[in-house]
């Protein structure tokens, strides 16, 4: 017998697990809403200025992933999104 199946046996048969609870700080729930409003719009611009949709994708996800790294200085920022863009470009 399985370590894993012991342990389900010694539990109680309730038909549904218990939800799992994740509590988000306020400083992910706001980049998530950047994330989801900018980043349409920086990889769109981006695929205009360097001519290649798919390294302008590639350079948007990689600033966006520096900016979610730093959020407490970026999200601060008057436009963070410029932040993001010249992280892009520059990348």
Known sequence: MYA???LDAARPMTGELPPIVVAESAPVVAFE???REVRPTIGRALALALGDADIAAEATDEA??????RWSTV????RPEAWVYRVASNW
């Open 4 to 6: 894993s199946a012991a």
């Open 33 to 35: 809403i950047f994330y």
């Open 64 to 69: 966006m992933t520096r900016a979610y790294e």
């Open 75 to 78: 999200g601060q920022l008057d």
